[in-house]
């Protein structure tokens, strides 16, 4: 079994110094949401995610769940470990008070979520999904469907999932054939969905469904495709629980990874037809999901952070215990531990580099949802949302690609015994493997990265994005730290290849998509890379800044540097290259016949 504790040191120092939670405090509805409150709120989550949640990791992982007689039945201790969560009050986070939530900013949420995912991937994905429902529900649904099911999945009692899925219905939602006919005040849905994460379980009083579907005379396509709340158990007007509703799990998928979550494949109206309440207008249903799959999308790319995060711990941990080889260079011939060796310490860097990068990237665009929402001026929220939508497609897929050479790498770290399955290393990266997959392939958030968000737009996001990020310039040249001075030049250069890849990109998008299509994963991973190295230039500011004030922990602050100076030297000097990629790609990938595939 591993540990698992939080790194709320580092967590802090992003929120504060990077995600301006000052300022964030000091929005309508957030002035509790001080540094002193925050850092408790860290403390307590790292405490159930270490002590509850970490501990049912590997085996949940191990027994996973079951079906049986129709009912799922989830690991030992997951019940339990769901009822204190509900208990805590942690569903509720960033949710009105009037809801029964907390009222917190979502960057609060944000941290405490990747505590979740870290400690225990699978579980973490239930109150993720069940945020995203009540979020959508909250922004489209009646006000008698909010009435009678927010507070309950505010509280988490009922959970929420997403059914998009069908059998010939992957990405391509155009094909979901779900009915829903008109019967009174509700619908009556038939119909079935797949690979439904959470999509029965033994731990919440109720789950609510949210359902697409077409009503009869819907026309074809995305156009005619409608959203439906659809409960597992009827809802009385006065809230309590009626009868069950016509729908259940008819089987659970084999998987990779997250063994310990349900992945259900669910039928619709076997009997009489299940009962539905559409959501939103009719016909308007995919409108109203992107409001969850992008809140999802953020949700999946913390997911990367946070087992991310996790295999670093454990290969971190490891490598300081295992003792093996001499010291190089030394006289003493004594082994000593792994950690000391370069190959090792690059390793471990790599991995520690590259996860506190994603890290402030996921935090920068939760401050920034923040800032939409609230902030008094009109064109500050509109700035802030222009970044949210450019930047999620990028904290999903970034994030995860990321987690998964992360979770890999940490295999490495443990040589053999890494390949064990009872070390838990290797569930890291079983586990890491979905996230890329979810909620829409990475392909796909570059496809939407490079058409909807730069190319239909001429680059104007992505170009006042770049003037921010320039702005940081006269800051790094006035510093006199030698780290500073190198991640200057990396992040000039890595500036410099993202402007000319943008400029390539929206000349050629305009004229032929393919081109930049057939090269867009890695325009992704170039704004992701360069976006990530100016927020750990901004974190090498900081921490030089507080060295030379004497504010805080010196060893905490100069380990901000170098890992800051390592992700520039080794990371950030790659966008050149990704940039040259980016242009270079069509040739070979749209000039080989298809049959020579």
């Not at 930047?391 to 970034?398: I, R, S």
């Not at 790094?476 to 410099?496: K, P």
Request: glycine letters at 10%.
């Amino acid at each position: 079994m591993t540990f698992y504790a939080a790194p709320v040191a580092d967590m802090r120092f992003v929120i504060n110094e990077l995600a301006e939670l000052d300022a964030i405090a000091g929005l309508p509805g957030y002035e509790e949401a001080t540094p002193d409150l925050v850092d408790a709120i860290l403390q307590e989550a790292s405490r159930f995610g270490s002590e509850v949640l970490a501990p049912l990791n590997l085996p949940g992982d191990q027994q996973g769940c079951v079906l049986e007689n129709g009912v799922v039945r989830t690991p030992d201790g997951f019940r339990d470990a769901y009822g204190g969560f509900v208990d805590g009050g942690w569903s509720g986070v960033p949710f009105d008070p009037e809801l029964g939530g907390q009222g917190l900013p979502w960057l609060v949420s944000t941290a405490v979520s990747e505590v979740w995912h870290a400690a225990n991937l699978a579980f973490g994905l239930c109150p993720m999904l069940t945020q995203g429902a009540a979020e959508l529900l909250e922004a489209h649904g009646s006000d008698d469907l909010k009435a009678l099911f927010l507070p309950p999945m505010v509280a988490g009692r009922w959970t929420g999932t997403m059914n998009l899925t069908e059998p010939q219905a992957g990405s391509d939602l155009a094909k979901v054939r779900t009915r829903a006919v008109p019967d009174g005040p509700h619908y009556r849905i038939t119909g079935q969905k797949i690979f439904i994460t959470w999509g029965d379980q033994d731990m919440s009083e109720n789950i609510v469904h949210l359902v697409l579907a077409r009503t009869p005379d819907a026309p074809e396509g995305t156009k005619g495709i409608s959203l439906f709340l659809v409960p597992k158990l009827l809802v009385n007007p006065d809230g309590s629980l009626g009868a069950r509703n016509d729908l259940h799990c008819v089987s659970l998928e084999h998987k990779l990874g997250i063994n310990a979550s349900s992945t259900a494949v669910m039928s619709f109206g076997d009997h009489e037809g299940a009962v539905g309440y559409l959501v939103g207008e009719e016909n308007r249903g995919l409108a109203c999901m992107f409001t969850m799959m992008n809140n999802a999308r953020l949700a999946v790319g913390l997911e990367g952070v946070g087992v991310a995060e996790r295999a670093y711990q454990q290969a971190r941990d490891y490598a300081l215990e295992r003792v093996q080889g001499r010291d190089m260079g030394a006289a003493d011939p004594s082994p000593v531990p792994i950690a000391r060796h370069p190959d090792v310490r690059r390793m471990l860097l790599s991995m520690k580099a590259q996860v506190e990068a994603m890290r402030a990237l996921a935090y920068f665009v939760a401050a920034s949802i923040d800032f939409a929402g609230r902030h008094p001026d009109a064109e500050v929220r509109s700035q802030r949302q222009a970044l949210v939508d450019l930047l999620t497609p990028v904290v999903k897929a970034w994030s995860t690609d990321a987690a998964v050479e992360i979770a890999s790498t940490g295999i490495q770290v443990h040589g053999g015994v890494g390949y064990i399955e009872e070390t838990g290393a290797a569930q890291h990266l079983r586990d890491a493997r979905i996230t890329p997959i979810y909620e829409g392939t990475n392909g796909i958030q570059a496809m939407d990265l490079i058409g909807r968000k730069v190319g239909r737009e001429g680059g104007a996001t992505v170009t006042a994005f770049v003037a921010q990020m320039r702005a940081l310039d006269s800051a790094l040249a006035a510093s006199g730290n030698e780290h500073v001075a190198v991640i200057r030049q990396r992040l000039d250069e890595g500036l410099e290849a993202l402007e000319r890849a943008t400029a390539w990109l929206v000349e050629t998008y305009a004229a032929d998509p393919r081109p930049a299509a057939a090269g867009a994963v890695h325009y992704l991973r170039l704004l992701g890379t360069v976006a990530g190295g100016w927020l750990m230039a901004r974190a090498a500011l900081a921490a030089d800044a507080r060295l030379g004030a004497g504010d805080g922990d010196p060893g905490f602050l100069k380990g901000k540097l170098t890992t800051a100076r390592f992700f520039a030297d080794q990371v950030l000097v790659q966008a050149p290259a990704l940039a040259a990629m980016f242009a270079a790609a069509a040739p070979s990938v749209l000039g080989l016949d298809e049959e020579r595939l």
